[in-house]
């Protein structure tokens, strides 16, 4: 930015405020008058800064661009005349004046601003992709590691060794934890009868609801029900 | 008396090692009968089948486990849902 500028907005914004505080009495207003001066220079600043750098971007692009059709016409004019004619270097000459100019500039801007649109795009899709891959490996880990849990609850629930009869009973008929599906697992097993009597028949039945448990709490508060 | 079908979905990513144990923890429990479907979409499916109360009495009933009694039945029922 210019600071000359900025500097004569600045002193126009500061005579403005002083002959607002022209008398101790108007000291109530200091406030609003230095949230006015604040609140001035700042979108001075915004403002002048924005088409100072808009302006250097434009400078640069002209520049950027006359050099890469200068550097295409150099790399031509080792060509003999019949691979490069007089109508083709006018034709470049043309290009080169076109370069320099703002409209030339504007589309160099553009042309940049779409290539660098489709880069962040395909990078953002592969970044999406990889993304998605990482989470279904980590779902299916979750899910497999679930599993696991309650193969683990399954298999003491079916020996009678490491579940006496009697707890696999109190377990069938006071389970710890259930959900939907478990409980109509479990009434299936059960059928019209109002209580497992045989503790056969409900390590069965537990062992086919057991792979309902879905959440957190109903696998630990199983696995700490099997385990006492 | 009824068999009973239950469908789970394997987890995307599960490998052959991971599927073959899925089998064989059904297998060593009270399963009449298992199998793994490959769906269209390229899912993988667990498939049991149970008994019933009525069928679970029964097996007990005769000294025997319910695949035991059962199991050749449950295996036709799989088989009759690829054919």
């Not at chain 1, 004619?85 to 779409?114: C, F, H, K």
């Not at chain 1, 377990?171 to 599906?181: D, F, M, T």
């Amino acid at each position: 930015m210019r600071r000359s500028d900025l500097f004569t907005e600045l002193v126009a914004l500061g005579a403005g405020i002083a002959g607002t505080l022209t008398t101790t009495e108007q000291a109530s207003r200091v406030f609003s008058a230095v949230s006015t001066a604040v609140a001035g220079t700042h979108t001075a600043f915004n403002e002048k800064f924005l088409v100072d750098q808009t302006v250097q971007a434009l400078t640069s692009t002209m520049r950027a661009n006359r050099d890469t059709t200068k550097e295409q016409i150099f790399r031509k004019l080792n060509k003999s005349i019949a691979d490069y004619p007089l109508v083709a270097a006018l034709s470049d000459l043309e290009l080169y004046r076109q370069a320099g100019n703002l409209p030339g500039a504007m589309l160099g801007i553009s042309q940049t601003a779409n290539a660098a649109t489709t880069d962040a795009k395909a990078k953002a899709n592969a970044a999406e992709r990889e993304f998605n891959v990482l989470r279904t490996v980590e779902t299916g880990q979750v899910a497999l590691n679930l599993t696991k849990r309650l193969d683990d609850i399954k298999a003491i629930v079916r020996e009678p060794a490491n579940l006496p009869d009697a707890r696999a009973l109190a377990l069938a008929n006071r389970p710890p934890a259930i959900n939907a599906e478990f409980s109509a697992r479990l009434a299936i097993a059960r059928g019209s009868d109002a209580t497992f009597t045989n503790q056969l028949k409900a390590r069965i039945a537990l062992d086919r609801a057991i792979d309902a448990l879905r959440s957190e709490d109903e696998v630990k508060a199983w696995e700490a029900a099997v385990r006492q | 008396m009824d068999m009973h079908v239950t469908e789970t979905r394997l987890p995307d990513g599960a490998s052959d090692a991971d599927i073959q144990a899925r089998i064989d923890s059904v297998m060593s429990g009270y399963a009449l009968a298992c199998i793994v479907e490959t769906r269209g979409d390229g899912s993988k499916w667990l498939v049991r089948v149970d008994a019933d109360s009525e069928m679970i009495d029964a097996a007990i009933a005769d000294g025997k486990t319910p695949r035991e009694k059962f199991g050749a039945q449950a295996q036709q029922v799989l088989a009759s849902r690829n054919s």
